[in-house]
């Protein structure tokens, strides 16, 4: 009996650590997955160096995108930040 009240408070502060940084990072990475999943030709995103650009084509691993009209260049899934949304 001595032994449960003694891990008790441990379990506790193991169970608090998952709810509040565990289990949202996995729910924000799987979000995040679903995203660059979801991206398509078209689609404007902003690059971890901050470029936005425009997706040309989605390859395996990677995306052909245009920076400009004349420069296009593959990046990889990673890379991507987030979805470009304009605000009107």
């Given at each position: 009996?001595?032994?449960?009240?003694?891990?008790?408070?441990?379990?506790?502060?193991?169970?608090?650590?998952?709810?509040?940084?565990?289990?949202?990072?996995?729910?924000?990475?799987?979000?995040?997955?679903?995203?660059?999943?979801?991206?398509?030709?078209?689609?404007?995103?902003?690059t971890?160096?901050?470029?936005?650009?425009?997706?040309?084509?989605?390859?395996?691993?990677?995306?052909?995108?245009?920076?400009?009209?004349?420069?296009?260049?593959?990046?990889t899934?990673?890379?991507?930040?987030?979805?470009?949304?304009?605000?009107?």
């Open positions: 009996m001595e032994i449960i009240a003694q891990l008790l408070p441990f379990i506790f502060l193991i169970a608090i650590m998952y709810f509040v940084i565990i289990r949202p990072q996995q729910q924000e990475a799987k979000k995040r997955q679903e995203m660059i999943e979801s991206l398509q030709k078209g689609d404007k995103v902003v971890n160096g901050g470029f936005i650009v425009v997706v040309n084509k989605v390859e395996n691993g990677f995306f052909s995108v245009k920076m400009n009209d004349d420069v296009v260049v593959k990046i899934k990673e890379s991507i930040a987030r979805k470009y949304e304009d605000e009107a």
